[in-house]
Structure formats: structure tokens, C-alpha cells
T-cell receptor, first 113, second 111 residues
Framework: NAGVTQTPKFQVLKTGQSMTLQCAQDMNHEYMSWYRQDPGMGLRLIHYSVGAGITDQGEVPNGYNVSRSTTEDFPLRLLSAAPSQTSVYFC????????????FGDGTRLSIL | GESVGLHLPTLSVQEGDNSIINCAYSNSASDYFIWYKQESGKGPQFIIDIRSNMDKRQGQRVTVLLNKTVKHLSLQIAATQPGDSAVYFCAENTEGFKTIFGAGTRLFVKA
């Protein structure tokens, strides 16, 4: 059971480039989320989804898009990368319903030059 | 806005001692709290959770205490081991699903 899988693990982009961070889970979880983690800080919610076809904005959504066409996958798109988006990105999933712990991937370390 | 924070950014303990990591939260409507452990290069890992209708919950070597009167959460680790060295985050669930994380406490275990 792989859990939550994120690819790539590392990526370097130039300002203005676009890319997609992949996230897949094999636990049939309804809820999925994307977070970013900056040095010395906790995780901040970017976007989340409570089921296939449903997405919503979190705390810091600007500059990012998401879609949820299947239960398993929840890709995060950077439309035009900016240095301020240099961060570690974590994807998480949890069972449907309230008050469930989240399962996290190991992150994508993204640097924007 | 609502926030979850930690009193101490770093904690150093001797191997075998007990560790206590504290957390303050500000959203009195939150009804679910979680502790996560994050090792270097890894994603956060669930340790233990507690619902607001409880004030204590025990796991294997870990105990979470919740004091709703002063909006305080703590994680106690018994007989701390080198493998416990990590960053620990407290988090609260709002709106039943959205999770707000504190800034984290780094735990150092001295051999």
C-alpha cells in the first residue's frame, strides 16, 4: 500500500515557467489537499477537494490551480512560476467526513530561479 | 484570524526523559486536534488525536492533554528516544475538515 505518492521529489524552474505537481493516493480517500511549507513555518493550505469534481480554495490559493477528475489524483498546477513559490509542497488525503487525520506524501521540493 | 501556535520553538531533552510539547489554539469552536511528527525530508506523520469532548487520550508512549478552558494542548512523550527527534506540529480542524497547523517545535534528543 503506497499511501500518498508525490512526483517529482525535486524540481527547479525558471520564473514564468509552468508545471504540474502530481499527487496520487490509493486509499480511496474522499478528501485531498495541497499545502506549502516554508522554512520555520507550519503548513499552509493552498487548495482542497472533498470529492471528485469538487475543489475549493484554501488559505494561499493565488498562482495555483487544481482539478480532481478522479478520486485517486489531485494535481497542482503552477501557471507562471514566481520566486515566492519556492517552497516544499505536500499533498494529503483523508477519509470523508469530519475529524479524520490526514495522510501526507513526502513532498516536492520546488525552487524557482 | 484563527491560529494555532506553539510556546517553544525548540526543545532539548535527555534520552530516557519525558518530553512535553505545548500548543495554544485560539479557535474556541474547533472540536478536533491532532499532533503530527515530521522527520527531515518526510511529510508529517499522524501521532495522536483528540476530540473536544475529551481531556486526555493515550497512545503508545504518547499522551495528549486538552484544556479547553485555557485553549491549550500538550503532547507528552514518555521515555524519549533518539528516534523521537523531529519537528512536532499541533493542528486543529475547522469546518470539520480544514486543518490549521501551528509553526512546529523541534525536539532534540541527547544521547
Amino acid at each position: 500500500n503506497a499511501g500518498v505518492t508525490q512526483t517529482p521529489k525535486f524540481q527547479v524552474l525558471k520564473t514564468g515557467q509552468s508545471m504540474t505537481l502530481q499527487c496520487a493516493q490509493d486509499m480511496n480517500h474522499e478528501y485531498m489537499s495541497w499545502y506549502r511549507q516554508d522554512p520555520g513555518m507550519g503548513l499552509r493550505l493552498i487548495h482542497y477537494s472533498v470529492g471528485a469534481g469538487i475543489t475549493d480554495q484554501g488559505e494561499v490559493p493565488n498562482g495555483y490551480n487544481v482539478s480532481r477528475s478522479t478520486t485517486e489524483d489531485f494535481p497542482l498546477r503552477l501557471l507562471s512560476a514566481a520566486p515566492s513559490q519556492t517552497s516544499v509542497y505536500f499533498c494529503a488525503s483523508s477519509m470523508g467526513g469530519d475529524n479524520q487525520p490526514q495522510h501526507f506524501g513526502d513532498g516536492t521540493r520546488l525552487s524557482i530561479l | 484570524g484563527e491560529s494555532v501556535g506553539l510556546h517553544l520553538p525548540t526543545l532539548s531533552v535527555q534520552e530516557g526523559d519525558n518530553s512535553i510539547i505545548n500548543c495554544a489554539y485560539s479557535n474556541s469552536a474547533s472540536d478536533y486536534f491532532i499532533w503530527y511528527k515530521q522527520e527531515s525530508g518526510k511529510g508529517p506523520q499522524f501521532i495522536i488525536d483528540i476530540r473536544s469532548n475529551m481531556d486526555k487520550r493515550q497512545g503508545q508512549r504518547v499522551t495528549v492533554l486538552l484544556n479547553k478552558t485555557v485553549k491549550h494542548l500538550s503532547l507528552q512523550i514518555a521515555a524519549t528516544q533518539p528516534g523521537d527527534s523531529a519537528v512536532y506540529f499541533c493542528a486543529e480542524n475547522t469546518e470539520g475538515f480544514k486543518t490549521i497547523f501551528g509553526a512546529g517545535t523541534r525536539l532534540f534528543v541527547k544521547a
